[in-house]
């Protein structure tokens, strides 16, 4: 199970670099499909299936880039949140 994680993990990365590079699908393909789990590596099918999957977040991570104040995890939004509860506390005694 471990390599499965480590799979999608090396793929998400591969893929975003390529994003950001603006590659090709053929090149994308080509990146990703070097990935294996325990020796074997993933259909051309199941590659495309994941890199369409990827594309449905497209959008959101477009408007991450444009806002320099995006948080893109929850553990950053709880900080921030607990900044602002603390600074505004802070602000109130000081």
Same mark, same amino acid.
């Given at each position: 199970?471990?390599?499965?994680?480590? &799979? &999608? #993990?090396? $793929? !998400?990365? $591969?893929l975003h670099e390529c994003e950001d590079r603006g590659d090709s699908v053929d090149v994308t393909l080509d990146k990703i499909?070097?990935? @294996?789990?325990h020796g074997c590596v993933f259909s051309t099918m199941m590659l %495309?299936? $994941?890199?369409? @999957? *990827? %594309?449905?977040? *497209?959008e959101e991570r477009e408007r991450a #880039?444009? !806002? @320099?104040n995006?948080?893109?995890?929850d553990a950053e939004q709880e900080v921030q949140n607990k900044y602002?509860?603390? &600074?505004?506390?802070?602000n109130k005694i000081h």
């Open positions: 199970m471990k390599e499965m994680i480590d &799979a &999608a #993990r090396q $793929i !998400n990365k $591969i499909s070097v990935v @294996k789990v %495309l299936e $994941i890199m369409h @999957k *990827f %594309l449905d977040g *497209f #880039r444009s !806002n @320099k995006y948080i893109d995890t602002s509860d603390v &600074a505004d506390k802070w």
